[in-house]
Every structure is written in C-alpha cells, then in structure tokens.
C-alpha cells in the first residue's frame, strides 16, 4: 500500500541520476516506505535533452521506479 505521492523535479532527478549520496539515501528510504515516485512528462523531456546516449538504459531504469503523471 502506497503511503503518500512525491512528485520529482528535474534537478532531484538529476542529482539521483549522479547518484549524490543525500539525495539518493532519502529517496531509497521514502521509496522502502512505499512513497510513489511521479515524474512529470516535461522531467522526462528534460532529462533526456541533456543526456548522453550511453546514459538512457540508466534513465529508463530510474523512470521504471516512477509513475508517469498525466498532463492535460
């Protein structure tokens, strides 16, 4: 059962994604708890822009942790 929602940002997702060691030991926390992890449409747009080809398996990886929000 989730306990709550947290919506990411792009500048958390980027910090999770270089793995800084706060930020990613928060998160792995609130996501043990079973916190949902929603990323808007626009993070992933933005996180793909200013990302190397090599590093997409590991987005992917991250955003298959994440609920996908609806935007309309």
């Given at each position: 059962m989730t306990t709550g929602h947290i919506v990411l940002d792009t500048d958390i997702v980027i910090h999770l994604l270089k793995k800084q060691a706060v930020i990613?030991?928060?998160?792995?926390?609130?996501?043990?708890?079973?916190?949902?992890?929603?990323?808007?449409?626009?993070?992933?747009?933005?996180?793909?822009a200013g990302a190397f080809t090599r590093e997409h398996k590991q987005i992917e990886a991250f955003?298959?942790?994440?609920?996908l929000l609806e935007l309309d």
């Open positions: 990613l030991d928060r998160f792995v926390a609130l996501y043990e708890d079973k916190v949902a992890m929603l990323i808007s449409p626009i993070v992933v747009a933005e996180i793909y955003f298959g942790l994440c609920r």
